[in-house]
């Protein structure tokens, strides 16, 4: 959804290099054009990505890209020829350096928009869309919304007033409510050179087919991967959907409900009021968290928790007959 920015000029590995600040600034002899940034997850052949958790080890040997950054101690866990490593102290913020080569403004979000005359039946309503903006049949949107650049809309899709829609693709049938924020960026922060910086957003929200949305929800589009929201997954009002997030299919989130940065969940899974799941976990398929369970461990396929720390619900009820007993 947006376009790289070299400055007029390629990026090799070792242009990369020289802007880094924890690297030992080893030049390369082959110095090769990097094409992109890429997550060790997704990324191709000419990307450079970043290791610094070992969650993601699987990912380490298993990747395509070219290059990484990589702390030295950390090598003896490299067993993937096709990867060359780049030694850093620091790999996430020399990869947060490299990401703002690649895409300048990726730390912030641009209010800019060129309203359409196409949409004349919303002029009254005071809502504008972006000339850039794609949009299937029989939309409509209430009052007061923005829809801004880098949007690709479906077939049947209804937004409510007071939104504001960016960097998002929707699919067919989807409903938005009042009040919604999707696509801009997300929260988190790093220190580099003692100055705080915005981490880099240069994914996309990926809406699939028939889901719906409540009131006052905040969906935050990716960091270096997309934030998705699997097909018929149902969201109640003020739910938040950090950056990079992964929704299955069929999913059901209560009221408050929060889903931190980089987690995935999985097919059918019914997430209670105001439960809270930390980020970077993997929740599987068919499982249900109780409402205000605090979730920080991953949890396997067709299991129910509750509590916090969210555990088996079976256990969490005989702890509980256990307190009330006493």
Do not use: W
Not at 151 to 165: F, H, K, M, Q, Y
Not at 262 to 270: E, T, V
């Amino acid at each position: 959804m947006i376009s790289r920015n070299y400055n007029f000029k390629e990026i090799t590995i070792n242009d990369i290099i020289k802007n880094t600040k924890y690297t030992k600034k080893k030049m390369l002899e082959n110095d090769q054009v990097v094409k992109n940034i890429a997550t060790l997850e997704t990324g191709k052949p000419n990307e450079i990505s970043f290791f610094e958790n070992k969650k993601y080890l699987n990912y380490l040997n298993s990747t395509k890209v070219s290059y990484c950054f990589i702390k030295e101690r950390d090598l003896a866990f490299l067993n993937n020829s096709s990867v060359i490593p780049i030694i850093s102290d620091f790999p996430l913020l020399d990869f947060i350096l490299t990401v703002k080569l690649f895409y300048p403004n990726s730390d912030k979000d641009t209010n800019e928009i060129d309203a359409s005359s196409d949409f004349q039946f919303l002029k009254n309503k005071n809502t504008l869309i972006d000339k850039s903006v794609k949009i299937g049949k029989n939309f409509n949107a209430g009052y007061n919304t923005l829809i801004k650049k880098n949007v690709l809309i479906g077939d049947n899709v209804v937004i409510g007033s007071n939104c504001s829609l960016s960097n998002v693709v929707v699919g067919n049938n989807v409903t938005i409510n009042d009040g919604s924020v999707i696509g801009k960026i997300g929260y988190g922060f790093k220190r580099i050179d003692n100055k705080m910086h915005f981490i880099p957003h240069v994914g996309i929200v990926n809406i699939n087919n028939n889901v719906y949305i409540g009131s006052n929800c905040t969906i935050d589009r990716g960091s270096f991967s997309n934030t998705v929201i699997g097909e018929s997954t149902m969201i109640d009002n003020q739910v938040h959907i950090a950056h990079n997030v992964k929704i299955g299919k069929n999913c059901y989130l209560a009221a408050q409900s929060g889903i931190a940065g980089s987690a995935k969940i999985g097919d059918n899974c019914m997430i209670g009021g105001q439960a809270g799941i930390s980020g970077h976990l993997n929740i599987g398929n068919n499982v249900h968290i109780g409402g205000k369970s605090g979730v920080i461990t991953d949890i396997e396929n067709n299991i129910k928790v509750m509590g916090y720390p969210a555990t088996n619900l079976k256990t969490f009820l005989r702890n509980k007959i256990k307190k009330d007993d006493k």
